[in-house]
Every structure is written in C-alpha cells, then in structure tokens.
C-alpha cells in the first residue's frame, strides 16, 4: 500500500512529492523525509540543508472514507505547558 | 454531557478553559501554584502568584464571565482519578509528563470517556490534539517547553482553539477529529 509522507519541520507542514510505501521501516521512513528537506523535495517545507530527525516520531494512519493512507513525520510532543 | 474536565491549567489549559467557557460546564483540576514567570503565557494574573491554578482561573472565570467553573485543587492520580474524572464528562489533557498522560489515557480508553489529548512539542512550534483511541504518549526527553515566554502566546491561543473545535465538533455532530498544528496550518484527519 502506497501513502502520503508528511512531514512537521521548523513550524511547517508539508508533503514529499512522492508517495512511499506504508510499512516501510520507521527509520528508512525518516531518512526519506530528512533527505526530502535538506534535498527542497517537500512541498510546503522550505529546504533546509542542515535538516536533522533524529528523535521525530512516525505515525501512521490508515486510508480512511476521507483521507488516503498517510504517515506523518513529526517532532515528539511531551508537554501540555504546563 | 455533564462536564468538560480540563486536566492541567498552564498555558495550555488556561486557554482551554477560557475558550470554551460557552461549550459547556467546565471542571478544571490542576495542583500546581502560579508563579510570577507563568504570566507572561497563561491565562493568570500578577494578582494571583502563589495561588492554585486552578482555584484562581475559576475565580477569574466567575469575575470577568459570569461562568462558573468548577476547581478541583488535585494531582490526578491512580488512587483518585475515579473521583475525579468518572462521569458523563469529556476530558481534556493538557499536562505536562508521561504519567498522567498515560494515566488519563488508560483510564479513559477503560471507562469508554470520550477524551482528547493536547500535546507540545518541546520547541513550541507543533502540536497535536489526539484522541485517546490513536494516541500514544510521547517521551519526555526533548528538552521542557517553556511558558515564560510571551512570544509563544498566539500558538497556545491557536492550539486551544483547535481543542474547542475539536470538542464542539464531538458534542454537536458526534465527530470524531484529530489535528497536527503547526503555526502556520492545520493538518485535521
């Protein structure tokens, strides 16, 4: 099954202009999306050379009535502010 | 529904709270103090430094809204979270550790409550709000979000307003939504 790689970096969200397979493994999945970046390959996420993902997590959803198949690269999310 | 419970009353929460005063009833618990570097990004004032969260932002909801808002001057723990999230309720996560994240995940999953969790990331600039059936607790290993900083303010306001929708969404469609926030868009699946 082939899904939608987005993917959260300096405050933006965007998608890599390819679709990937979903049950790639989470690591070959974050180097797919740190070379997207540091390469300018994703939409809606200007390129950054120096991009690095270490410790973003990958989340997967599957297709749904509304949307495709999509894994989203993201950074972790420990805090509500508190 | 009975109550919306808001579990944590820092920037997150505060806004929270104050955003969806007109959703519903609201419970808020939080045992922490206001401290003076609080309010530069939560919804408490110089005024009520040393006070309980969420005593204060009850109080403040009462004075300034008219809204009465339930306080429950609490660490939720195992040992109490029956007492205090069991219900009719809808729950709002806004804390801030791996605990009571998976506490409040695991006990409302079991009790079949509907909630949604509210989650940072470290550098502020992404957030999630998830509901409990697809959500994961991440570690907490990043690097603590600060909310001394004033500048992050408009993101808190953001990513409170996308937990009202989330919320009103829920109680008047019966829809169930998840959002990715960036400050720069929403991402909904």
Known sequence: MEARLKVTWNGSDGDYKDTIDFDLEDATVLSIAEEGIRSGYMEGVPQDENASLTDFVVDRMRETTSLPAIILVRPKTPYGVQ | ?189
């Open chain 2, 1 to 189: 529904m009975s109550h919306i419970i808001v579990v944590g009353a820092g920037a997150l929460g505060s806004h929270v709270v104050l955003a969806a005063r007109n959703v519903g009833p609201i419970t808020v618990i939080d045992f922490d103090r206001i401290e003076m570097k609080n309010v530069q990004a939560q919804f408490h004032g110089k005024m009520n430094v040393g006070q309980n969260k969420a005593v204060s932002l009850a109080r403040i909801m009462q004075q300034v809204f008219g809204v009465k808002v339930e306080a429950r001057s609490a660490q939720l723990r195992e040992d109490n979270a029956e007492a205090l999230l069991t219900g009719d309720n809808f729950i709002v996560d806004c804390t801030d550790n791996l605990a009571a994240r998976t506490l409040i995940r695991e006990f409302t999953l079991a009790k079949n409550i509907p909630c949604i969790h509210a989650c940072l990331a470290g550098d502020t600039e992404y957030a999630r709000v998830v509901w409990s059936k697809g959500f994961t607790p991440d570690r907490e290993d990043t690097g603590q979000a600060t909310c001394e900083d004033s500048g992050h303010l408009p993101f808190y306001v953001m990513v409170s307003s996308v937990v009202v929708s989330i919320i009103r969404a829920y109680l008047d469609q019966g829809t169930v939504q998840n959002c990715s926030v960036t400050p720069k868009s929403l991402f909904w699946f």
